[in-house]
């Protein structure tokens, strides 16, 4: 059974940086046909792709934030991490982390954690 | 950067109809689009990928077509557990850019 979980801060103050876990079972980080995606909806808002990381260390980046964001893995503990720095309330969202699955040619988020909300303030 | 314009922005269809929601792409990208659906408080889920294929365990009611700039997904009949906000996810071009559309609202 494939499970994403995201965990972190649910308050942070303007100008700090924001650390995000997406922590997965069911798959592996290592698997050349997955990736995993992390995505932002502010409240009452639309979906928002912030970054996206595949095994091979290749990473794409929202060109807004690309400046601002981080995205690493550890394949050992299942776990992929986001970092923002230089947080502001229009960061206050809530925060998705989601599977990729690779299906040449198509590169989808097949299956997504539940979101964990973060507030700026 | 490649921008999805979802249209309309909301709307209002009874049980039992059909709907057709639109989804436009600033530049081409062949059938590199998928469609979520996502209902209030819940994480979206996934029903269409190659601008056509219907995901796993998604019903036949829900059928994506088109190419290039274009896009629809359709929803036939209606059903109460179908009203929810619809986006478009483009995925053009190595590494992709999963950029979405702004959504468009289901509503009864």
């Not at chain 1, 990736?35 to 794409?60: C, M, Y």
């Not at chain 2, 057709?20 to 530049?27: I, M, P, W």
């Not at chain 2, 689009?33 to 601008?51: E, F, N, V």
Request: hydrophobic residues 35%; charged residues 15%; aromatic residues 10%.
């Amino acid at each position: 059974q494939v499970t994403l979980k995201e965990s972190g801060p649910v308050l942070v103050k303007p100008t700090e940086t924001l650390t995000l876990t997406c922590t997965v079972s069911g798959f592996s980080l290592a698997n050349p046909k997955m990736g995993v995606s992390w995505i932002r909806q502010p409240p009452g808002k639309a979906l928002e792709w912030l970054a996206n990381i595949f095994p091979n260390d290749e990473k794409s980046f929202s060109t807004p934030l690309k400046t601002r964001l981080t995205i690493s893995e550890d394949i050992s503990k299942n776990q992929v991490v986001l970092t923002m720095t230089n947080v502001d309330p229009s960061d206050t969202a809530t925060y998705f982390c989601a599977r990729i699955q690779q299906v040449w040619p198509d590169v989808f988020l097949d299956y997504w954690g539940q979101g964990t909300h973060v507030t700026v303030s | 950067e490649i921008v999805l314009t979802q249209s309309p922005a909301t709307l209002s269809v009874s049980p039992g109809e059909r709907a057709s929601l639109s989804c436009r792409a600033s530049q081409t990208i062949t059938n590199n689009l998928a469609w979520y659906q996502q209902k209030p408080g819940r994480a979206p889920r996934l029903l269409i990928y190659g601008a056509s294929i219907r995901a796993t365990g998604i019903p036949g009611r829900f059928t994506g077509s088109g190419s290039g700039t274009e896009f629809t997904l359709t929803i036939n009949s209606l059903q109460s557990e179908d009203f929810a906000v619809y986006y478009c996810q483009q995925y053009n071009n190595w590494p992709p850019r999963h950029t979405f559309g702004q959504g468009t609202k289901v509503e009864f």
